[in-house]
């Protein structure tokens, strides 16, 4: 068979008739101009939401003035691009990606709708004409398979005529073949009178017909790629592939002699990046693919071809290799931020140089119109389970507010739905455990009790354990212990106490910190003895001083937001002062002084509201970050501070020694002090 495959494929023109949706909810009538925009630039979050809305709408509304009583009346839009919240940016990348036919490479937090714009960009893809791909054997080398392609449907009818003149042919072998034997078991029997002789004579015959017949079926192609059924760009997630099922395989063969083996051909395996071919592959985790696959995936991307081997060196699909079959796909490659450390450089530079790379947004600002596009999500996520009851106009507004405590920022929400989707799942479930006919606002409420993270479930049995143990102090003075808060994981707050020592020191001082210290927490006690020596009046080059963080774990103590912490303990201790312990705080701090911004505030109030604190200080500039329950509102007063004199102020058991404390420290620091109300030049991140 003659390779008829199109080495040159070019680009379609990106007109009309390129850029019309290719499945029948997609089809629009066509406007005047012979453009597509209705249908492809009007998508994703420009869709508006498909209920009634007030005319005119209160900012403070958690509906953004939609006008309805449950989820069923917002109409969920048919397009999977359609139905993307936020992500402006990355759904704009992906908007003239698809009409390109560029790559992409997608980099953010899980959750944010990597896979769904991946598949989205799909729907968004240039018509093309599919192809299907056979696989012939090859008369002159077997282990060199002939490949072909041909319009998507004609695969099927070239298999179905091959297998029909082959059949065709081992009929009337078949019928010659028995003619044979009755004539020679007729001669045997009749006129030599050698029964044996017949018998053997006519296995023999047999035998050779059957032999002979395997020539035929290996004529007949084996259908690589199958489009038949397909009427848009094909979409393939091979996440997590190995090299067979990305690359394609040649299955092993334990018969290779004696006419017994499988012809070549039929043992060939497409991979991902055959079936993607004129669509869309995606790999997340693209830093978990092996180096050699990322180096054949390059050459897929570059050639827009690739050949299909056997992927082990020791099967005997080793010593087979097709021509080479279309790899014509648009790459979309997504991972965590830590992705591009593992990536192949090459294999990056291919994807930037020929397309996009794009970081997805982890919230988004809230406003009235993104409130109404998080109801229609609700919506959403209630038609793809479809099990779940509608929520009630209550209920969708807790979900709204739960996005914005989760975003950890003042007047933003968040962009991690597949986490916010689990809480709409559990809420959903609750609800239909009851049979209940709505999913109510209580609903809600009990699934954030029961969807807790395995990190806060941890938070919450670790304040248990040190109440049991009485290892928890929220009441009284103690010199040198001071209350530091902490996050585990994204979303969980705990306790952990930092306590100091000062003691003679045997050569020179030193600072020494245990509780398993990473590189950043290290660095912020380096940053804080520079305070310590500036601040004290005694020579503290004779002086050792110790830092313990009390119960850090196996995990360590990782960031800079134990800094007011660490030196709040440290002058407790070198001014033998007790500190307050019915106060908790966090914060970043500088060798100036200032007290910087850290990220999970909200976290950490609760945390310290749980283990029965009074009192938290925070940053001031992470003040309009908080966003704690209703029920820690009461429980704790939140004291914001811009100074580590502040702190002191409020910390520091005594109102002489610590009204001379406060003034020293002023007097040494005092021009960053009296500039607290002044913005800062520096602007600093949350750690």
Do not use: C
Not at 177 to 189: E, T
Not at 421 to 437: N, P
Not at 453 to 481: C, H, M, P, T, W
């Amino acid at each position: 068979m003659s390779n008829d495959m199109d080495k040159d494929d070019s680009l379609p023109e990106q007109g009309a008739d390129e850029s019309a949706p290719t499945s029948e909810k997609d089809v629009t009538d066509p406007v005047d101009d012979g453009t597509d925009e209705r249908t492809i630039d009007d998508l994703g979050s420009d869709v508006e939401v498909s209920a009634e809305v007030a005319d005119d709408v209160d900012e403070d509304d958690l509906l953004g003035g939609l006008k309805i009583d449950s989820s069923e009346d917002i109409e969920v839009p048919d397009r999977l691009v359609d139905q993307v919240i936020g992500q402006e940016h990355a759904r704009d990348v992906i908007l003239k990606a698809a009409k390109q036919r560029r790559h992409v490479m997608m980099i953010g937090s899980p959750g944010t709708g990597k896979s769904m714009l991946a598949k989205a960009m799909s729907e968004l893809l240039p018509k093309e004409e599919l192809q299907d791909v056979l696989v012939y054997h090859n008369p002159d080398d077997g282990n060199e398979p002939k490949v072909r392609t041909v319009p998507a449907g004609k695969g099927e009818q070239i298999v179905e005529a091959h297998k029909e003149e082959a059949r065709k042919r081992n009929q009337m072998r078949s019928f010659l073949m028995w003619i044979i034997i009755a004539v020679v078991v007729g001669y045997s029997l009749i006129i030599a009178q050698q029964v044996l002789l017949g018998i053997l004579a006519a296995g023999i015959i047999f035998l050779a017909f059957r032999y002979g017949s395997r020539g035929s079926d290996a004529m007949i192609p084996n259908l690589l790629v199958n489009n038949a059924d397909t009427s848009t760009a094909p979409f393939e997630d091979s996440t997590g592939a190995h090299a067979g099922a990305l690359l394609g395989d040649v299955r092993h063969d334990p018969f290779q002699s004696g006419g017994m083996e499988t012809p070549s051909h039929d043992r060939v395996e497409a991979g991902a990046i055959h079936k993607a071919n004129k669509g869309v592959l995606f790999i997340d985790e693209i830093n978990t693919l092996d180096i050699r696959s990322q180096q054949h995936l390059m050459t897929a991307i570059q050639e827009r071809e690739f050949s299909i081997t056997g992927q082990s060196e020791r099967s005997s699909g080793a010593m087979v290799q097709t021509e080479p079959v279309p790899t014509d796909f648009v790459m979309v490659a997504a991972g965590n931020l830590d992705a591009m450390e593992n990536m192949h450089p090459a294999l990056r530079s291919r994807i930037k140089g020929y397309g996009y790379e794009v970081y997805m947004d982890d919230t988004i600002e809230d406003t009235p119109e993104m409130r109404r596009k998080y109801a229609r999500f609700v919506a959403q996520e209630v038609a793809k389970d479809g099990r779940l009851p509608s929520f009630n106009e209550a209920a969708i507004e807790e979900i709204i507010l739960e996005a914005r405590r989760r975003a950890g920022r003042k007047g933003h929400l968040t962009l991690e739905l597949r986490n916010l989707g689990g809480l709409v799942r559990v809420a959903g479930d609750m609800a239909r455990a009851e049979d209940a006919e709505f999913t109510t606002r209580e609903h809600v409420l009990q699934a954030k009790g029961r969807s807790r993270s395995i990190e806060q479930q941890l938070a919450d049995d670790f304040i248990q354990r040190r109440k049991d143990y009485e290892l928890s102090v929220n009441e009284g003075y103690v010199v040198g212990r001071v209350n530091g808060l902490a996050v585990m994981g994204e979303d969980s707050g705990i306790v952990l106490p930092v306590m100091a020592e000062v003691t003679p020191s045997q050569g020179p001082g030193t600072v020494i910190a245990t509780g398993q210290l990473k590189e950043m927490a290290q660095e912020a006690v380096d940053n804080v003895s520079a305070i310590i020596k500036k601040f004290s009046d005694e020579n503290i080059s004779e002086k050792d001083i110790h830092i313990q963080f009390v119960q850090a774990g196996q995990g360590g103590v990782d960031g800079d937001s134990a800094s007011i912490t660490v030196a709040a303990a440290v002058i407790s201790a070198l001014e033998n002062v007790g500190v307050d312990q019915s106060l908790a705080m966090t914060g970043s701090l500088s060798v100036r002084g200032d007290v910087l911004p850290v990220g999970g505030v909200t976290h950490k109030i609760e945390a310290a509201a749980k283990a029965g604190m009074d009192r938290v200080i925070i940053p001031a500039a992470n003040e309009q970050d908080v966003m704690i329950e209703d029920e820690y509102e009461e429980m704790i007063e939140i004291i914001p501070v811009s100074h580590i004199s502040e702190v002191l102020d409020v910390a520091l058991e005594g109102e002489p020694e610590k009204d001379s404390l406060v003034d020293r420290l002023k007097s040494i620091t005092g021009s960053a002090f009296e500039k607290q109300g002044t913005p800062s030049p520096s602007n600093p991140s949350p750690q």
